[in-house]
């Protein structure tokens, strides 16, 4: 199972990782799109847009209807809630480790007065 979750994981952050694909996502948290008319708001070709679109899709970060020739696609946010427990998984980590730094800093102060 843990190899599973991690390839989901992995999937989302590999769609993440690039500003199109995080832009398409930006915009459809306003609304559903047609994939057409997703394509016109970028300066690439649909081609290329449609590329985004699927590995968003694998991630599966969107999802496609089909009505009639129109293919609408909607944002599914539940994989970025994963994603968002892995990096709140290392904050309080790190957190803790800036409150233990925090607290050292602090101290060797007071002992120096």
């Given at each position: 199972?843990?190899?599973?979750?991690?390839?989901?994981?992995?999937?989302?952050?590999?769609?993440?990782?690039?500003?199109?694909?995080?832009?398409?996502?930006?915009r459809l948290?306003?609304?559903?799109?047609?994939?057409?008319?997703?394509?016109?708001?970028?300066?690439?070709?649909?081609?290329?847009v449609s590329k985004h679109?699927?590995?968003?899709?694998?991630?599966?970060?969107?999802?496609?209807?089909?009505?009639?020739?129109?293919?609408?696609?909607?944002?599914?946010?539940?994989?970025?809630?994963?994603?968002?427990?892995?990096?709140?998984?290392?904050?309080?980590?790190?957190?803790?480790?800036?409150?233990?730094?925090?607290?050292?800093?602090?101290?060797?102060?007071?002992?120096?007065?």
């Amino acid at each position: 199972m843990g190899e599973y979750k991690s390839a989901d994981l992995d999937r989302v952050f590999n769609a993440l990782c690039d500003p199109t694909r995080r832009a398409i996502l930006a915009r459809l948290t306003d609304a559903d799109a047609r994939v057409t008319e997703l394509a016109g708001e970028f300066p690439i070709s649909l081609n290329s847009v449609s590329k985004h679109i699927r590995m968003l899709e694998r991630a599966g970060l969107l999802r496609r209807s089909i009505v009639g020739r129109d293919h609408v696609l909607s944002l599914n946010a539940a994989p970025l809630a994963e994603a968002q427990a892995w990096i709140e998984k290392y904050r309080r980590f790190w957190e803790g480790r800036l409150a233990a730094l925090e607290h050292y800093v602090l101290n060797k102060d007071r002992k120096r007065k």
